[in-house]
């Protein structure tokens, strides 16, 4: 944009909601190279006779925040249940079109879902880690994907994932405590030690603050942005100052399209239509 151009581009947001959005974007770097680890082709999804994703096509760079916005019931969450097939588990549902990680296309005959989920991390709206201990939260999924051999080899991935989870150091002491007695936010911590641990490619977080207080909000954001230096991160999210905080690029959904992707910072500085400007702007949603 032009400076000449800058003044207007300026006078056209509110006030009271757009005109900081400049103060937040400065530690929302690229990462280097930005290589697609996820890409979207044409996907059409329907739930029976209802047309719930309408010829969606989005880029998902490695190793940053994209962030998923929109009113609720505009299709978010069935976006990101069809990059790890959550969705094929519902019946009377229909896919079309091409999601590829890593340059594969997931939907291909060969692909064992069951192995595909494996390489996508989920952390849900609500905390729901197992009724077990938490080190045995930690351990399903190496477990699971036969990741060790011996228990001191366990031992060192359980530790490194809290670690990762910056939750190490809060319950060292309470390992074999229930995973169910910590905090909501110490909660939504281990789901996300849990889904590391496995080693994904992508972790997926279907508002994962929806049910946190600020603290635990936070303490969730921070961590999400000393995770995206190793993982490729997906995020639906309702709270656009959390979207602005994160990520480093964001798409805007509306009845089933997407209506616009790019940079975080030219996506809440300069939308491009009336529609997704109206949402960020708390005008609607």
Same mark, same amino acid.
């Given at each position: 944009?032009?400076?000449?151009?800058?003044?207007?581009?300026?006078?056209?947001?509110?006030?009271?909601?757009?005109?900081?959005?400049?103060?937040?974007?400065?530690?929302?770097?690229?990462?280097?190279?930005?290589?697609?680890?996820?890409?979207?082709?044409?996907?059409?999804?329907?739930?029976?006779?209802?047309?719930?994703?309408?010829?969606?096509?989005?880029?998902?760079?490695? !190793?940053?925040?994209?962030?998923?916005?929109?009113?609720?019931?505009?299709?978010?969450?069935?976006?990101?249940? $069809?990059?790890?097939?959550?969705?094929?588990?519902?019946?009377?549902?229909?896919?079309?079109?091409?999601?590829?990680?890593?340059?594969?296309?997931?939907?291909?005959?060969?692909?064992?879902?069951?192995?595909?989920?494996?390489?996508?991390?989920?952390?849900?709206?609500?905390?729901?880690?197992?009724?077990?201990?938490?080190?045995?939260?930690?351990?399903?999924?190496?477990?699971?994907?036969?990741?060790?051999?011996?228990?001191?080899?366990?031992?060192?991935?359980?530790?490194?994932?809290?670690? !990762?989870?910056?939750?190490?150091?809060?319950?060292?002491?309470?390992?074999?405590?229930?995973?169910?007695?910590?905090?909501?936010?110490?909660?939504?911590?281990?789901?996300?030690?849990?889904?590391?641990?496995?080693?994904?490619?992508?972790?997926?977080?279907?508002?994962? $603050?929806?049910?946190?207080?600020?603290?635990?909000?936070?303490?969730?954001?921070?961590?999400?942005?000393?995770?995206?230096?190793?993982?490729?991160?997906?995020?639906?999210?309702?709270?656009?100052?959390?979207?602005?905080?994160?990520?480093?690029?964001?798409?805007?959904?509306?009845?089933?399209?997407?209506?616009?992707?790019?940079?975080?910072?030219?996506?809440?500085?300069?939308?491009?239509?009336?529609? $997704?400007?109206?949402?960020?702007?708390?005008?609607?949603?």
């Amino acid at each position: 944009m032009s400076a000449s151009e800058q003044p207007q581009a300026k006078q056209d947001r509110d006030p009271t909601t757009l005109v900081d959005w400049e103060l937040r974007f400065n530690d929302n770097k690229h990462a280097e190279g930005r290589n697609v680890e996820v890409e979207v082709e044409k996907l059409n999804f329907w739930y029976g006779d209802k047309h719930a994703l309408q010829d969606v096509s989005l880029n998902v760079f490695a !190793k940053e925040v994209t962030a998923l916005i929109g009113p609720s019931g505009c299709g978010k969450s069935t976006l990101i249940r $069809c990059f790890n097939r959550m969705n094929d588990l519902i019946r009377d549902t229909r896919i079309d079109g091409r999601i590829r990680l890593q340059g594969q296309d997931i939907y291909e005959a060969y692909q064992d879902p069951a192995d595909l989920r494996a390489r996508f991390g989920w952390i849900a709206q609500k905390p729901n880690p197992f009724p077990n201990s938490v080190y045995d939260n930690v351990a399903y999924g190496i477990r699971l994907r036969g990741l060790v051999e011996t228990h001191d080899e366990m031992d060192v991935l359980v530790e490194d994932a809290l670690r !990762k989870a910056d939750l190490w150091s809060e319950i060292r002491d309470r390992m074999h405590e229930a995973g169910t007695d910590l905090s909501g936010g110490q909660q939504q911590r281990l789901c996300i030690a849990r889904a590391i641990a496995s080693r994904p490619d992508v972790i997926l977080m279907d508002e994962p $603050c929806s049910a946190l207080d600020p603290t635990a909000t936070q303490h969730i954001e921070d961590l999400i942005g000393e995770l995206r230096k190793q993982y490729t991160i997906v995020i639906v999210t309702h709270n656009m100052q959390q979207a602005a905080r994160i990520s480093q690029r964001a798409a805007f959904m509306h009845l089933g399209k997407l209506l616009e992707d790019g940079d975080t910072e030219q996506v809440f500085l300069n939308p491009q239509t009336d529609l $997704c400007k109206n949402y960020i702007t708390g005008r609607y949603g």
